[in-house]
């Protein structure tokens, strides 16, 4: 068991990093321009003066990737983002009042989020909004609240039944204090493992949503448009279509390597007894 | 009496020997056609898609007049016609012994019926305009019709030969939009929503009786889709192919014929005259020359595309190629802006869905981004496209291709989305409607077209190819498209 | 217990009129006149307007939430504007489509992810474990439209075991339309096995430390007995929920498999109503999965209420 938990998690922080780095990197330098065409040069396999060849308009693959990798690691970021500031206040609120009808409220908006069809609503934010990342962000993080919501009232009801929690009280501090300054604290890391979830699940709904034409548009470059844009390449050009999938999958797994390697060590009550 | 009890047995016997003969020489009989669309409903004179048309044009519905696959336009359920000297009177005569496929006879009252029911004021039909024209319509015997129009028409034997002309029975209309029923060789059989409509032939029908038994079209919206359906053999032939990329290896393959032919299409990169710094022609110039057609039709449409200077089929005994008069000239444009004043330019582009239109819109971001125009894209859905920008005319730039056939009048609509408004082609428009001789009505073609290339009204880009593949044991297949159909009734089977 | 019955109605109640108006308000908001659309270029106005009477698109945005509603409850979903037959026919021809292949792609996962679970579990911590979990995080972390790209090519363009996607219809032969289902509910059922399979080995060895089963070890029974015997009865009640979310989601959250495979779905139909601004389609297909799942939720929460008598004090 105890050998285990670094190898999980530093092969996925390793992956997760490498495409951070990739994706900062990208902000100041990529090894060719992505928004200059080259229709000549188009389709080259990998090798040569462009290390993972070239697109259908002539771009280089590598640079492509790089951006690419930008483009949804910000959309997911944010996402969460909109996800934990939406559903950790509603979670602590819920807990703070447990059994009321604040938590009642809650939990059945919740329910109700959870019950629409998350891609059909998606794909109907960008029909009334137009699509765009930010639509995209939009769509991603509304779906995320309810997730943080439950996940943080959960933990928030377990802290709440403990001692030191009712010392507090008797203190006379009132529930908002409590929840900021001791409950959070003791989730955290529940929220940091959940959040990096959460982020794999991010990469890969806007890999969809772009797949569908729904997300960033060009000229930005995103792996779920490189993908749909190539597909019908991938008899004669197959390292369009594979390369960006395997983007995607790496990506997917370090972070859910990275969530599993933190959940194990960050916080030991999750840990299963042996 | 020996004829009445052999008749029967050497039928059974011919019966048997066909289908022998139909295993040993594998003479297929059906076909399924694949289609980008699925049409919204099956009656063509109660919808404008095209998908409508692509599946009952001459195969289930005949109008008066039919286009055929070279362009011309042909007489169908009217046998001849005869027209008056001043040009008002048409007299049809029908063919006699035409029936639908309900089995009512198809006649005089049929036609009136239905030319009467599109002009009509609560009339759905997606092209009115056709029919706005006719004055009365007049039954003068079973077989003869006569049609009255209230300014002489050039143009209306074409006018009847479109979808939207069909002649439909009032018997049969009201269920038309699920359950066809029309006067053509083939008969509807069923539709699958979301998945194929199938017809089978008309065993009555008065003309030449086409080869094939049944015919499917199947609807595979997705270009990947439409690749793996038809390498893998689900799809016998696919007209109009979405992915021209993948086109070499069709034509690598000895299974299938790649067909490429010609449309009506041109396409443009559609401007809005009237929209900040593009009402100044110096800035539409310079736009003109920072395209550069050929990468667009080598990076959008894989080379499949024929470059146009100005808004006219270049397959046309009047067309005239300016292309010249914008070509690349990437130094030239960035001059025009200085001179303009405008070196800080951004322009929206708006994208409507077809690979032509985000392709090339890719292309012509990055090609005016290298003469210093910014471009913010924006893909828009059809519903989108037509709301903010062909009613809306809120855009600057867009890329679209305009189908129908001899439509450079359409520059002479100030209203028109481009809202391009020139007193001086609106008078050319004006009088090749009135001209009649030939040799005048080229001299104002080709004025027509020199003046909106002169003014550099949109930038002209290409004309759409229309890329089809099929099994190549299919012969018959329209190459180009005067109209949009997949005619079958000339289609079949080599051995 | 009646009258927390009483109050779930409620809660369910307000939830449906809630979800209706979010709905409603939605497809308000979608840009596009459906009738405009469907003429296209060349309309005139008045034939527009024409056109939009005939489908019944006046009256106030109130006067339209009405008549939608008052129509819903009395059975009556629409009619398609494009297509011009009722929804509920589209949708229970599609449902044809898209119920048996949640169905397969379930039993699909299913069938994989419980003996992986179970052997991942069994083997914990050793080399068989660490492979089989590694194998479900990259099956979670690949996209199913990538994967489903993947398969099309390998099994309908090279090998040509498989049609590259379509749905002959079940009165063409179940074998047909089974096989038809066959490489999309792999696809679907990916990253489902995945998920599952962790969801059953944890489960699992949650149970296994539990203090009957430590008994029934000390009184003798062999482990593999132990497993089948006790354990997988209880780890399978977390599996099973997991499979009840998951079937939700498969009915409408196949959308683009659907369209990978060209497949009459639900989903595809939602798709292209929203494109081609069919949409009553939208908005009454939008408002049933909404009103199923609602539904599940407020069944469940009466299972438990009878099952623990504390829940009803609340």
Known sequence: M???????????????????????????????????LNIAARLQPPGGDHLLGTDHFGRDMLSMLMVGARTSIAVAIVAVGIGMALGVPLGLLAAANHGGVVDDLVMRGNDLVFAFPALVIAIL???????????AILAIGIFNTPVFARVTRGGALSVWTQDFILAARVSGKGAARISLEHILPNIASLLIVQGTIQFSLGILAEAGLSYVGLGAQPPLPSWGRMLADSQTMISFAPHLAVLPGLAIIATVLGLNLTGDGLRDHLDPRLRRPS | MTTLFTRPAWAALAAAAAMN???????????????????????????????????????????????????????????????????????????????????????????????????????????????????????VDPLTVKITLSNPDGGFITNLAW??????????????????????????????????????????????????????????????????????????????????????????????????????????????????????????????HAIDRQAIIDGAMFGYGTPIGTHFAPHHPDYVDLTSGSAHD????????????????????????????????????????????????ENLEWAQWLEQVFRGKDYDLTIVSHTEPMDIGIYANPDYYFQYDSAAFQGMIGDLKLATDPAERTR???????????????????????????????????????????????????? | MLSYILSRLVALALSLVVASLVIFVMIEMVPGDPASFMLGLNAAPDTVAALRAELGLGGSPPERYLRWI?????????????????????VTARLAVSLPLAVMALLLSTLIAIPVGLYAASRRGGPGDWSVMGLTQLGIAVPNFWFAMILVVIFAIQLRWFSAGGFPGWDQGVWPSLKALTLPAVALALPQASILARVMRSSVLEVLGQDYIRTARAKGLSRRRTLTDHALRNALIPVLTIIGLQFSFLIAGAIIIENVFFLPGLGRLVFQGITQRDLIVVESVVMLLVFAVILVNFLVDIAYGFADPRLRRR
């Open chain 1, 2 to 36: 105890r050998p285990r938990l670094p190898v999980t998690l530093v092969a996925g922080l390793a992956l997760t990093a490498l495409f951070a780095a990739a994706a900062l990197l990208s902000l100041v330098w990529t090894p060719h321009a992505v928004d200059v």
């Open chain 1, 125 to 135: 934010i960008t029909a009334v909004f137009g699509p765009s990342a930010f639509n």
């Open chain 2, 21 to 139: 003969a139909s295993v040993a020489l594998a003479a297929q009989t059906s076909i399924t056609v694949g289609m980008q669309l699925e049409p919204p409903n099956l009656d063509p004179t109660g919808g404008a898609a095209a998908a409508i048309d692509e599946v009952v044009y001459a195969n289930v519905f005949e109008g008066l007049t039919r286009y055929q696959a070279d362009g011309s336009v042909a007489p169908a359920l009217a046998k001849s016609w005869v027209i008056s000297d001043d040009g008002l009177v048409y007299t049809f005569s029908l063919h006699g012994g035409v029936t639908f496929h309900d089995g009512s006879a198809m006649d005089a009252e049929d036609v009136k019926f239905s030319l009467d029911r599109a002009r009509a004021e609560e009339s759905t039909n997606a092209q009115k305009r056709l029919f706005t024209g006719i004055a009365s319509v007049d039954v």
């Open chain 2, 163 to 288: 979808g939207d002309a069909v002649i439909v029975a009032p018997e049969s209309i009201e269920a038309a939009k699920t359950a066809p029923v029309g006067t053509g060789p083939f008969t509807f059989s069923r539709w699958v929503q979301g998945d194929r409509v199938e017809l089978a032939r008309n065993p009555d029908y008065w003309g030449r009786p086409v080869a094939l038994e049944t015919a499917t079209f199947k609807f595979i919206s997705d270009p990947t889709a439409a690749f793996a359906a038809m390498m893998a053999g689900d799809i016998d032939a696919f007209p109009n192919y979405p992915a021209p990329e993948t086109l070499p290896q069709f034509e690598a393959d000895p299974r299938f014929r790649v067909i490429v032919g010609s449309t009506e299409g041109e396409t443009i990169l559609s401007t809005n005259n009237k929209a900040d710094h593009l009402s100044d022609v110096r800035i539409r110039q310079a736009i003109a």
């Open chain 2, 330 to 377: 990437p130094a030239r444009a960035r001059a025009l802006l200085k001179e303009a004043g405008a070196e800080n330019l951004t322009l929206s582009l708006k994208l409507p869905p077809p690979a032509y239109a985000r392709r090339g819109g890719e292309i012509i971001a990055a090609q005016l981004r290298e003469v210093g125009i910014g471009t913010e894209i």
């Open chain 2, 444 to 495: 104002l073609m080709k004025a027509a077209q020199r003046k909106v290339a002169g003014d550099y009204v949109n930038g002209f880009l290409f004309q759409l190819a229309r890329t089809g593949v099929s099994n190549a044991k299919i012969s018959g297949l329209w190459e180009n498209a005067p109209t949009q159909a997949n005619d079958l009734t000339g289609v079949s089977w080599s051995d």
């Open chain 3, 70 to 90: 008052g129509g819903m409850l009395q059975g009556d979903f629409g009619t398609s504007y494009t297509y011009r037959t009722p929804v509920a026919e589209l």
